[in-house]
């Protein structure tokens, strides 16, 4: 009796055309919904842009009061006024805060406004509240990790991706017109919460859309997307930096408008659907795919399982509409029929329990959870102290977002070449030795130019290392895991990286304290993560899991290699075809 296991989805796309009009449509439409997760990420880097800034002057600008015959000589500092006064021979020096408020060095009609930072005056003793906006962010991602997966998983991608996308363009355009801090960082935390419910559901919707030789192409398509949606960050800021940070924010917030319509344009996750014994909306989507492809449905369903499964399923049908008055006996049996055939159309509901149940895969989930903290802290870490670099602040952030399109490349050629276990290990390496090289020299140029360049030089080839590794994990967890419990599992993972993406933004404040201090610590994470991997399981060309027995049985076969099975993989999908 055919079951959902024995439906092999992957040979459903196999025979529309890998890369049909169909699922060019489709994918194309889904990735550019990637740009609304980047676009709102890394915009606190323009939104939240600290100016120059002193004290304001308190008294006239000779400060010699006539009545006394007192000289006063004021220093104004970025957090304090220094007194020096002079009395009959006598100096004496005094220091306060600034009890007037801040001058701000940015010239022009908003240059109090042109970030909140300087709206607000979260400078000086308020400073920390700037990167508490960033942190707030990172734990609305972890909360809406965790909700918004698990909703997924349930009740579809396409439904939860969607009215996500919509919350995200209403919450980012409500942004733009709060009064006040508090309610800007409850927007942020908002934002950051829709942002992941948007970016995993729509990582899904990508994967499941390919076979399993060209999962690692969707990923770095992917990257590609989410790397150029990070590059516009820079030119729309340097159209708006004369004007009010909230400009700024009602264009972001505009570009993700077309969510309000993206129902009409994307389709359920097939693979989700059958999953679930979906099987009318199933048929439905692989019909339109056929039409659009100009395939023969006959032709493809036959080839994948799906026939028999689709042939059990309008047989089931067709009894319950022919169905009249039965003894008691052939209602019971009638019940037991349904009851077997539920069975057969579905998959199991996993939850966090079954995961933690399940040795093995506990196991892993806790290196991926590592591995994911590691990464965000240190990708987001350098990413946020750009604007903070010598020289032009939009240079810096342009230049650190493109040198993720080396990045994309060296994925794609590692993990086709050697798979996932061996791209996230060498990336990993890369990233810490870099980053430790760079620390070095910071810590010891002492004002030589060749040291601070080559230090720069170092940095970037870490930002480099560190998005191939994030991007190569993100493939990776989604492929770790049985179907009904992919987004649970990925879910987990990004909650986990959020500890990371939280702690992030106070990289740049502890580099205050020790310069050398932020680059160790992400050098010595990504040299445990680099070792620490050794325990997965390599997935690249396996066939994604569908339940947890076979995950688990996978799991027991496969832990400790390195490279990839190939031959046997391949005489596998030789056999698979001849059958």
Not at 160 to 165: A, T
Not at 302 to 331: C, H, M, N, W
Request: with cysteine; glycine share 6%.
């Amino acid at each position: 009796m055919p079951t959902v296991e024995d439906v092999d989805v992957d040979k459903i796309w196999r025979a529309l055309g890998k890369w049909g009009s169909y699922q060019r449509r489709q994918l194309i439409i889904e990735m550019v919904s990637i740009w609304s997760c980047s676009l709102h990420m890394l915009s606190i880097v323009f939104l939240g842009y600290k100016p120059q800034h002193e004290c304001k002057d308190v008294f006239n600008a000779s400060g010699y009061n006539e009545h006394t015959n007192l000289s006063t000589a004021r220093l104004f500092e970025k957090c304090s006024i220094t007194y020096i006064t002079n009395e009959t021979g006598k100096t004496t020096v005094t220091e306060t805060g600034c009890t007037n408020g801040w001058t701000y060095h940015d010239s022009g009609p908003f240059s109090e406004e042109r970030s909140f930072i300087s709206e607000w005056d979260l400078v000086c003793e308020r400073k920390e509240l700037a990167e508490v906006s960033q942190t707030l962010l990172m734990l609305g991602q972890g909360v809406g990790a965790f909700i918004f997966t698990s909703l997924s998983d349930r009740y579809g991608r396409k439904r939860i991706h969607i009215m996500c996308h919509v919350f995200i363009f209403a919450v980012a355009l409500a942004t733009a017109f709060v009064p006040n801090f508090t309610l800007f960082a409850i927007m942020r935390m908002l934002t950051g919460a829709f942002q992941q419910g948007t970016g995993l559901t729509v990582s899904l919707l990508l994967i499941e859309m390919v076979p399993t030789e060209s999962r690692g192409k969707i990923e770095v398509c992917g990257l590609l997307f989410w790397t150029t949606g990070i590059a516009i960050v820079t030119p729309i800021a340097y159209i708006f930096r004369n004007l009010s940070w909230r400009y700024l924010q009602i264009c972001l917030a505009c570009l993700s408008s077309w969510s309000l319509i993206e129902w009409c344009l994307i389709d359920e996750s097939l693979r989700w659907l059958i999953a679930n014994g979906r099987i009318k909306e199933a048929k439905e989507i692989i019909h339109r795919a056929c039409k659009r492809n100009n395939k023969n449905y006959d032709d493809i369903v036959s080839v994948s399982g799906f026939r028999e499964f689709e042939l059990r399923y309008e047989t089931k049908v067709d009894v319950s509409k022919s169905a009249i008055a039965t003894p008691l006996t052939d209602v019971k049996q009638e019940k037991d029929d349904k009851s077997e055939e539920k069975k057969g159309l579905s998959v199991k509901q996993y939850t966090v329990i079954d995961l933690v149940k399940s040795k093995r895969l506990f196991i892993s989930s806790l290196i991926m959870w590592l591995a994911w903290t590691t990464n965000s802290i240190t990708y987001y870490g350098i990413m946020l102290i750009s604007s903070s670099l010598a020289g032009n602040r939009f240079l810096n952030f342009f230049l650190g977002s493109i040198v993720e399109y080396p990045a994309a490349a060296a994925e794609l050629y590692l993990i086709t070449r050697y798979g996932r276990k061996p791209a996230s290990i060498i990336f990993h390496t890369i990233c810490g030795t870099a980053l430790i090289i760079a620390t070095i020299l910071t810590t010891t140029a002492g004002g030589n130019s060749a040291m601070v360049i080559g230090s720069t030089v170092f940095t970037l080839i870490g930002k480099f290392a560190i998005t191939g590794s994030f991007s190569t994990i993100f493939l990776y967890t989604h492929e770790l895991y049985p179907t009904n419990m992919r987004n649970v599992g990925v879910g987990m993972s990004s909650t986990a990286a959020r500890i990371g993406g939280m702690v992030a933004p106070f990289s740049r404040n502890l580099a205050e304290v020790a310069a050398w201090a932020p680059g160790l610590v992400f050098g010595i994470l990504c040299a445990i993560v680099a070792v620490s991997m050794f325990w997965i399981p390599e997935t690249h060309q396996y066939e994604l899991p569908q339940t947890l027995e076979e995950c688990e049985q996978w799991y027991k076969e496969n832990r400790f290699k390195l490279p990839c099975n190939r031959k046997k993989l391949t005489h596998k999908t030789e056999s698979d075809q001849q059958m």
